[in-house]
């Protein structure tokens, strides 16, 4: 987590982390990330999609 004296940053990045979900397992590719654009959750890739952990759109890589 980032080091701020800022309350409101600090709770701004709080409150992101608590909504983001778990990554699935580490595959060979990694960890990659992208926001989604049907809703702005997080997306993960997963083999060769990527997929959103909260509406569950999903996008060839």
Known sequence: ???TDD?????RI????AS???????????IHTTGCP???GTMWLQ???RV???C???EDK
Do not use: K, V
């Open 1 to 3: 987590m980032a080091r």
């Open 7 to 11: 309350a409101l940053q600090r709770a």
């Open 14 to 17: 709080i409150a992101y982390a």
């Open 20 to 30: 983001t979900p778990d990554p699935p397992l580490m595959g060979p590719q990694g």
């Open 38 to 40: 049907a809703c702005a």
């Open 47 to 49: 083999r060769e999609i």
């Open 52 to 54: 959103c952990a909260s």
């Open 56 to 58: 569950g759109h999903i």
